[in-house]
């Protein structure tokens, strides 16, 4: 079974300061690994996502994420944020085992002050 | 192209009355999943969809959970009768294809349910 850890239930954070979000996996088996965030009343955004190749991805907003094999980690950082990051950011993996349904962490909540 | 559809947006029902919840996937995406977001949680997997077969529906609670996925395109999620711990976001998501092949899912915006 495949279970994910997001380290920090709530990460406050000063406007234009960098900030990293947490992420650690458990898998048995082969997984692709995903970021999304949600702002508040809407869906999911897929924010990035590493398949396989770099283990440095970037996505969209100026986040970025890398992958690290032997810490299982998929940690998300951006260098300056901005009030409108203020989000819910979700970890989630999906196991390349055929079926591919997406394995969600519990949320960062990202709350950027002025 | 237009994303996952979801309808209504909010819905507020007493306990032990029914709800359902409709989803119209992207256009040609083989696979349908409804997901559970409960407040603070990230969203659960209750029931994923191939075509209009069951792929996985091991989290979802049958006893008053039920879906449908008519004619492989437009799904709808009901809950009967609901109990309070029902109140969540239920999402919908869908993706090009299944099988063997990987395809990262799309998510619609969500039906916010509240239970009272």
């Known amino acids: 079974a495949q279970s994910v850890t997001q380290l920090d239930s709530q990460v406050p954070v000063f406007e234009e300061a960098p900030v990293e979000l947490r992420c650690n996996y458990s898998?048995?088996?082969?997984?692709?690994l995903f970021w999304y965030v949600q702002y508040p009343n809407q869906g999911l955004q897929l924010l990035l996502k590493?398949?396989?190749?770099?283990?440095l991805v970037k996505g969209i907003n100026g986040f970025e994420a890398e992958f690290n094999k032997s810490q299982t980690s998929f940690h998300l950082r951006k260098p300056s944020v901005h009030i409108s990051d203020t989000a819910e950011y979700f970890c989630a993996v999906i196991p390349n085992t055929g079926g591919f349904k997406t394995i969600f962490g519990a949320g960062t909540r990202l709350f950027v002050k002025a | 192209e237009a994303g996952v559809a979801q309808s209504p947006r909010y819905k507020i029902i007493e306990k032990r009355q029914s709800v359902a919840f409709w989803c119209n996937p992207i256009?040609?995406?083989?696979?349908l999943y409804w997901y559970q977001q409960i407040l603070g949680q990230g969203p659960k997997l209750l029931i994923q969809f191939q075509n209009n077969g069951v792929v996985d529906d091991s989290q979802l609670p049958k006893d008053r959970f039920s879906a449908e996925r008519l004619k492989g395109v437009d799904s709808t999620l009901k809950i009967q009768p609901a109990k309070l711990e029902d109140s969540a976001v239920y999402l919908c998501?869908?993706?090009?294809?299944?099988?063997?092949?990987?395809?990262?899912?799309?998510f619609g915006q969500g039906t916010r349910l509240t239970v009272v």
């Open positions: 898998s048995s088996v082969s997984v692709y």
């Open positions: 590493y398949l396989s190749g770099s283990t």
């Open positions: 256009s040609g995406h083989a696979t």
């Open positions: 998501a869908s993706s090009p294809r299944g099988g063997s092949t990987f395809t990262e899912a799309f």
